[in-house]
């Protein structure tokens, strides 16, 4: 099953900088193994915001929860989670 994810980042202005960069460097290390698995499809930054937008390839809704839900950043972040299916004019065959 294929979501489109937003994830809006905010973390808290007293957080160290060691501690921002160190957990920024853990989520960044998950979302690439992600990627190269194929789960984490997409992942874009939205222009001018500490956001992004991201699509997953997951078996289902748990499955993505428990993705979306230990991701280091996961308590700075407000997600938007919308289930995808395929458009019938698709000519992409992987939009499933
Ligand atoms: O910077 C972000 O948008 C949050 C994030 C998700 C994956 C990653 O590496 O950073």
Known sequence: MLFHVRMDVKLPHDMADSVAANLKQV?????????????WRHLWRIAGQYANVSIFDVADVEELH?????????PYMTIQVMP???HPSSIHDDDR
Do not use: I, M, N, V
């Open 84 to 86: 995808l299916c395929r």
């Open 27 to 39: 989520e960044k290390d998950k979302a690439q193994a992600l990627q190269r698995s194929g789960t």
């Open 66 to 74: 428990q993705l979306l839900s230990t991701l280091p950043l996961f």
